[in-house]
């Protein structure tokens, strides 16, 4: 079975402090592993993949397969940073999903 | 390009009654997934369409079920609704060459 942990339901930090949010998962075999991003008022759409270890936003996530995390993390935060953000484990030969709860970050000025 | 819409936006139902929830996915993709998202939870896998058939199921009993038609727009389908049934139904399309899902804004769907 598939899981996807985020242990935080809420995160609060200042602008231009570092911040990370934390994802678990649970899989037996090689992950895909997601991150995506809801913007008040706004559909839910993808901020990153693992797969292209690209940065965007200033957002990173690394793929910790030894601990099964991918936490992501920006050097500093900034207040239109603040969003509801989920993890998620695709299985796109299966296709099959699993997201986390989310986790609300706030970045105040 | 529209990306994935999703009709209608909110909807009102009685327990007991039936629903049809549609999507039409972003040009370019023929892949189509449901998901049930209940209020301070992650979306929740319902299924996925893949040329007009369901490739991958979640933990959801057989009220719910869907259709692809060849357009690769899919319908969802929950029979017999309960009050627990009310959510936000969100529908996501995809490409085997696209990594990760677009998603529609979602189906506001509330049982009384």
């Known amino acids: 079975a598939q899981r996807v942990t985020q242990p935080e339901k809420l995160l609060s930090v200042f602008k231009g402090a570092p911040v990370e949010l934390k994802c678990n998962y649970s899989y037996s075999g090689s992950p895909e592993l997601f991150w995506y991003v809801q913007y008040s008022r706004q559909r839910l759409q993808l901020l990153l993949r693992?797969?292209s270890r690209e940065s965007i936003k200033g957002f990173t996530a690394d793929l910790n397969k030894g601990e099964t995390s991918f936490h992501l993390k920006k050097p500093f935060a900034q207040e239109e940073d603040s969003a509801m953000y989920y993890c998620?484990?695709?299985?796109?030969?299966?296709?099959?999903?699993?997201f986390g709860d989310g986790t609300t970050l706030t970045v105040k000025p | 390009d529209a990306g994935v819409t999703q009709s209608p936006t909110h909807l009102i139902k009685t327990r007991g009654q039936q629903v049809t929830l549609r999507c039409s996915p972003k040009s370019g993709h023929d892949t189509v997934s449901w998901y049930q998202q209940a209020l301070g939870q992650g979306p929740q896998f319902i299924f996925q369409y893949y040329e007009e058939e369901e490739r991958q199921r979640g933990n959801f009993p057989d009220r719910f079920s869907g259709h692809q038609f060849p357009n690769y727009s899919s319908e969802l389908n929950v029979n017999a609704l309960l009050l627990g049934d009310s959510a936000l139904y969100l529908c996501?399309?995809?490409?085997?060459?696209?990594?990760?899902?677009?998603f529609g804004s979602g189906t506001r769907l509330t049982v009384v």
């Open positions: 998620a484990l695709i299985n796109t030969n299966a296709g099959k999903s699993t």
């Open positions: 693992h797969i």
């Open positions: 996501a399309s995809s490409s085997p060459v696209t990594y990760g899902y677009t």
